[in-house]
């Protein structure tokens, strides 16, 4: 008997420590979703400038970790503009005076608006409300 609650016991213990070691592996960002989240803060940031208010943006986006739906967006030369882009945003974000913030925000979205034009141009009426009058 002694031995059955032992072996309960100890067969437990293991499950237990299983699960504990068991890590979730990262999970990757989606890149639509990444792209929405960018456009919320570029819309966010847009209010702001018009209200002569501080802008605020989230600093890094790594879009070029971000998982893309088609095959065809992982191509070396979609991701070799992914990872220009990504630089000039990661610039952008960290600019703090509200002159060079305008202009970078204006080269910006002229650049989502671009890519967009040529690799995704479903959701192009809704970035094109980002640009400034
Ligand atoms: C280098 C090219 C490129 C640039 C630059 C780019 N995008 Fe995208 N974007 C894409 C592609 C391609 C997709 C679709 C991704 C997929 O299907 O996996 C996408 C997806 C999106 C989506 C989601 C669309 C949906 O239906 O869910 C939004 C919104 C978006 N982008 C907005 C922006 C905004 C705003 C910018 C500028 C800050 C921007 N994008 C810059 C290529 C780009």
């Known amino acids: 008997m002694n031995k059955i609650i032992l072996f ?3 067969f437990c213990l293991l499950v237990i420590a299983a699960c504990l070691s068991h890590e979730e592996p990262p999970t990757e960002p989606v ?22 208010e ?9 879009f070029t970790r971000g998982l893309p739906s088609r095959e065809s967006l992982k191509s070396d030369e979609f991701q070799a503009e992914l990872k220009a882009f990504e630089q000039m945003y990661t610039e952008f974000s960290a600019l703090t005076t509200q002159q060079d913030l305008l202009e970078k925000y204006q080269a910006v979205v002229q650049w989502c608006i671009s890519c967009h034009e040529r690799h995704c141009p479903g959701p192009l009426r809704t970035i094109k409300k980002l640009q400034l009058d």
């Open 54 to 62: 501080d802008v605020q943006v989230r600093r890094l986006v790594e």
């Open 31 to 52: 890149l639509s979703e990444q792209m929405r989240q960018v456009y919320s803060d570029l819309l966010m940031a847009k209010q702001a400038m018009i209200n002569d």
């Open 8 to 10: 309960i016991i100890t």
